[in-house]
């Protein structure tokens, strides 16, 4: 909200679009959403699979059945995200079914920004508090932010 209040104080009159990258993963069934872990978890804290790079695969989507002079209905499309990040969705009838990618960028499939950090997630669970990084006197929080900084 910085940024967006940082823009309205120098430029009133100017509009702002927020995108939701993970939008277009809402239509995923549950089975594809939900991780094995408690119910709970995603009923308290929204804990699922949201996925990301949304605008690219609903854009590369549409592109493919224009190009090929097809309806997206009874269509089932793979597409592929490859750029800064890289992800993989499934679409079937013009809706994501399921996605590469997860609660956060740290999952899907492997980019060079996030080669090194990708096991993250198995070793904080593995190890809790005490992750690699405590043994230079790095906690788990900063360890997470580090990790999420490779992408920015």
Do not use: W
């Not at 699979?49 to 309806?71: A, D, I, M």
């Not at 499934?90 to 920004?113: F, H, N, Q, R, Y």
């Amino acid at each position: 909200m910085k940024g967006v209040n940082a823009i309205s104080a120098i430029l009133p009159d100017v509009p702002q679009i927020g995108v939701f990258d993970t939008a277009f993963h809402q239509t995923m069934p549950d089975y594809a959403y939900l991780y094995a872990v408690p119910y709970e978890l995603y009923k308290k804290y929204g804990v699922r699979r949201y996925g990301f790079h949304g605008t690219s695969h609903r854009y590369v989507s549409k592109r493919v059945c224009e190009f090929l002079g097809v309806q997206p209905e009874g269509k089932r499309i793979i597409t592929c995200h490859i750029g800064n990040g890289g992800s993989i969705s499934a679409i079937k009838d013009g809706k994501c079914m399921d996605t590469s990618m997860g609660l956060t960028p740290l999952e899907g499939l492997m980019m060079v920004p996030v080669a090194v950090t990708s096991m993250r997630g198995s070793r904080n669970f593995h190890h809790g508090e005490r992750g690699f990084g405590c043994k230079r006197g790095i906690q788990s929080s900063e360890q997470e932010e580090r990790c999420n900084g490779y992408l920015r």
